[in-house]
């Protein structure tokens, strides 16, 4: 159980819990506390925060407020721009399962107990969303589905609807409400959380991407960096946070998102007694650890999420650093994945 507490999640999970709490007059802050969390926390998007803790909020949000749907109303205030920096990259994939395969890739980064896999057959995606830890999850599980379905209506436009919605949870006391936000077939009481599509779907173009765009993207990248009075240092770490899982974080590409030269960000980093490849397996490192401990994923998973080329890439790289394989500290840790 002490290795499912370790989970986090960040803060942004939070976003429009305290408006949604105040409209149905709920304080939220007292929630949080109830939780074992800090008032206001919302307010620190990038803080971790102990993932059983938010599922906890959500529940007794649901609860305080009357409203089996809570989860389903919180996720109605975000939108695609509620990913942050990632939607930029994810709108400029030329197919829209090449903006899903960003995104995906991306989310475990910020919730590490989310996971999201793709089962193909034949013409048939499945997408299924889980968060395998302990304790009442249901409002967190529509958020999820929510959001993917809200992504994928973005990609594909207003009238696209899904195959099927399969959801967990029982039926909620005001059907209409979902039938309106997730499409009319909605399977309840279902053996997984997911989302089932056409396969045609994920080869479409991505009709929001628009190359002309791109220097802004990077622009806003280099941004959200944070305020310049930030060492290279903590900036080189903010952008690899982002973009960790995609698969670009060379040092060039690090540093055309911070709007300088990789000879500049090499002399910047040496000024601050550190290196980019120092940073990339301090960043690296960080994720792979807490995944491991978690036993959720299996390494396979792992190393896309680290954006390794596979699992032998990975476990060369984590016995290089820890004198050891993956699969022996996870033995040595008592960690199997679920």
């Known amino acids: 159980m002490s290795h499912v507490r370790s989970l986090t999640v960040r803060a942004a999970a939070l976003t429009g819990l305290g408006a949604l709490c105040r409209s149905y007059g709920v304080e939220a802050a007292q929630l949080l506390r109830q939780a074992g969390l800090p008032p206001g926390i919302e307010q620190e998007p990038d803080r971790r ?138 399977r309840y009481d279902a053996d997984f959380d997911g989302i089932v599509i056409r396969r045609a779907l994920l080869d479409r173009p991505n009709p929001l991407a628009e190359t002309a765009l791109q220097p802004y993207a990077a622009q806003m990248l280099r941004l959200t960096a944070g305020p310049s009075g930030l060492s290279m240092t903590d900036k080189v770490r903010r952008v690899l946070a982002m973009l960790l899982s995609s698969g670009r974080c060379t040092a060039e590409y690090v540093a055309g998102q911070l709007g300088i030269s990789r000879r500049t960000l090499t002399r910047e980093l040496a000024d601050e007694g550190t290196r980019f490849l120092a940073l990339l397996d301090e960043a690296r490192d960080d994720v792979a650890l807490r995944q491991m401990a978690a036993g959720i994923r299996n390494l396979g998973e792992i190393s896309e999420l680290l954006g390794f080329s596979g699992p032998a890439a990975f476990s060369m790289w984590f016995r290089k650093r820890h004198g050891m394989s993956p699969r022996a500290w996870r033995n040595q840790a008592g960690r199997e994945p679920v």
């Open 49 to 186: 925060i102990p993932v059983l803790a938010v599922n906890q909020v959500f529940e007794l949000a649901a609860s305080a407020c009357n409203r089996d749907d809570f989860g389903l109303r919180i996720s109605e205030l975000r939108g695609f721009s509620n990913l942050g920096p990632i939607s930029l990259i994810a709108r400029d994939e030329p197919t829209i399962g090449g903006a899903l395969a960003v995104i995906e890739a991306y989310l475990p980064l910020h919730n590490d107990a989310l996971v999201v896999t793709r089962e193909t057959f034949g013409d048939i995606v499945v997408l299924r969303s889980s968060i395998p830890v302990p304790g009442q999850k249901t409002q967190a599980l529509d958020i999820a589905i929510a959001m993917q379905h809200r992504i994928l209506r973005h990609l594909a436009g207003p009238l696209w609807q899904p195959e099927e919605v399969r959801l967990t949870r029982s039926a909620p006391i005001e059907p209409a409400r979902f039938r309106q936000a997730l499409g009319p077939r909605i």
